[in-house]
């Protein structure tokens, strides 16, 4: 396909390893520890564990995952309130494949479907307005989360159904904001992230002039990545050249897709439909101020939340989940204790086994571990 | 949930809710075009144009110039020109 096979050459991605290789060698002598690189995005966190990058990387650089997955921070009094809604009668509850499988405090919404609550997989918020028009008697509920990546997507689809009249839809809004969140994660104790990895696609609609603060306040380099094997070893070779050079700055590695000033259709569809929520409650993190957004007063019509009697009880995460710390980049995956015994992707406790891009769930399935343990605990050692 | 897709848009299936058909990988789907629409002139005119596609919504033109960069630079560190060249003679 046009645009893919092109950055996944091998011959290339040899020369890269060995440029990383030589600056990070240097970079983590200077340190006395490994250079750690966060990637915010869990596509990225995806494509590292799928294409195997970690492998490939010498010791001196340490991938981070960080937040990036909206799947995994979903907390769990929200999935109550998703369940909630969906047992309702009257209700179809829409949404992604992988948020079905949240678990909540007593089930995820894959198990309130097989106790016969009408729960549909959709792949587009679209197709919710399909059912929507197909079921005049039913109150169709599209379950969106996402960061600045899918929000413009559920804000047309409520546009769309306030322009052709639909009245028996609704949407129960997890979506979050990026800047809020990388602004935490900088802020928590124990962070030692010396550059970024930049998520590709919420920049293509936000731009990237919104990261700015990192280079200026924090002096932490990003560079915005495509999610091809040969576009993140790129990037991280351009993070580790900004590190030599000691002049932090926004680098857009994925220029191909993401434009400097965003998507201003999509920005325009968002401004118009939501409103900052004052805090949300993450997964792991725990409240983060003006981090999600919900629907102003103009089309709270459309808000689940106000059509539906939700709950809305906080509950904390189980006591032995370490998702937090995994999160922060404080310890990895495998070193949670719950990891691969109570915790596994057909029985998750965390979130981060749930979504393929939850780092917990990538390790796992794609071999990462506690066989790596020599390598592993040399950067355990050192986050402690 | 996060990663795009690219598809190519090959017609524009209905102007006035902004719909057009996108070629991904040989599948043929219906995708919004509202947030690529506003850089062109018209609607037709983004037919042949390569989209990254995201839940149903075509979010960003594939801008080839850039891309063409982003690969040259790749290219640049070595290695691959030779392999290059030989792709160009086994083809002329
Ligand atoms: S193993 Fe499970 S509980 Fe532990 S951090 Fe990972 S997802 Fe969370």
Partial sequence: ?????????????DKLIKEITRLA???????????????????????IFRYGIENMLPQSVELIHGPGCPVCVLPIGRVDDCVAIAEDEKAIMTTFGDAMRVPGSKRSLLQAKSLGAD???????????????????????????????????????????????????????NHITIIPTIKAVLDSEDFQVDGFLGPGHVSMVIGTRPYDFIAEHYRRPVVISGFEPLD???????????????HPYIENQYSRVVPEDGNHAALQAISRVFELRPFFEWRGLGSIDHSGVQLNARYAAYDAERKFAVPAVAIADPKACQ??????????????????????????????????????????????????ASHDDLVGENAA | ????????????????????????????????????????????????????????????VIDEAEAQATLAVLTELGQVQEELIAMQEGQS
């Fill in chain 1, 1 to 13: 396909m046009k645009y893919v096979d092109e950055y996944r050459d091998p011959t290339k991605a």
């Fill in chain 1, 25 to 47: 060698d240097t970079l983590a002598e200077q340190r006395g520890r490994p250079v750690n690189v966060m990637e915010v995005c869990g596509g990225h966190t995806h494509s």
């Fill in chain 1, 119 to 173: 729960v549909r997989m959709v792949y587009s918020p679209l197709d919710a307005l399909k059912i929507a028009r197909a079921n005049p008697d039913k109150e169709i509920v599209f379950f969106g989360l996402g960061f600045e990546t899918t929000m413009p997507s559920t804000a047309l689809t409520v546009l769309k159904a306030e322009a052709a009249g639909i009245r028996n839809f609704s949407l129960f809004c």
């Fill in chain 1, 232 to 246: 993140i070893l790129q990037s991280l070779w351009m993070v580790l050249k900004q590190l030599d050079a000691g």
């Fill in chain 1, 323 to 372: 998702c937090g710390e995994v999160l922060k980049g404080i310890i990895k995956p495998w070193q949670c204790k719950v990891y691969g015994k109570a915790c596994t992707p057909q029985t998750p406790m965390g979130a981060l086994m749930v979504s393929s891009e939850g780092a917990c769930a990538a390790y796992y399935q794609y071999g990462g571990g506690p066989h790596q």
């Fill in chain 2, 1 to 60: 949930m996060c990663l795009g897709i690219p598809g190519k848009i090959v017609a524009i299936s209905d102007a006035v809710q902004l719909l057009g058909i996108v070629d991904v990988g040989g599948i043929q789907r219906s995708v919004d075009l509202s947030c690529v629409a506003q850089d062109f002139a018209s609607l037709d005119s983004l037919i042949g144009h390569w989209v990254l596609v995201h839940v149903g919504f075509a979010m960003s």
